[in-house]
């Protein structure tokens, strides 16, 4: 194999790997992982919960109602601790 052979050669293999390597050939990657969790929100004395939402769908859906003050619990499910939830 002459010398210009191999350059060609390497060179579309270091192509080859860079692109493998790339975002674009792994969708998932530099993503974060988005969980799902349990919405509080407290408005006067009632505390109302909605599940499987997002910290910012959270954040988003609570400033919208207006609640006097949110959390979020990331991966649990909506408790009822006799606020009506």
Do not use: H
């Not at 579309?12 to 919405?39: D, H, I, K, Q, Y």
């Not at 207006?66 to 939830?85: H, S, V």
């Amino acid at each position: 194999m002459s010398a210009r052979c191999r350059i060609i050669v390497l060179s579309l293999a270091a192509l080859a790997v860079a692109a493998a390597a790339s975002p674009a050939a792994n969708p998932s990657a530099g993503r974060e992982t988005v969980f799902r969790g349990a919405c509080y929100c407290k408005t006067g004395p009632t505390l109302q919960c909605t599940a499987n939402l997002t910290e910012r769908e959270c954040r988003q859906q609570c400033d919208e109602a207006l609640c006097d003050d949110w959390f979020w619990k990331e991966r649990l499910p909506c408790w009822n601790w006799g606020y009506g939830g």
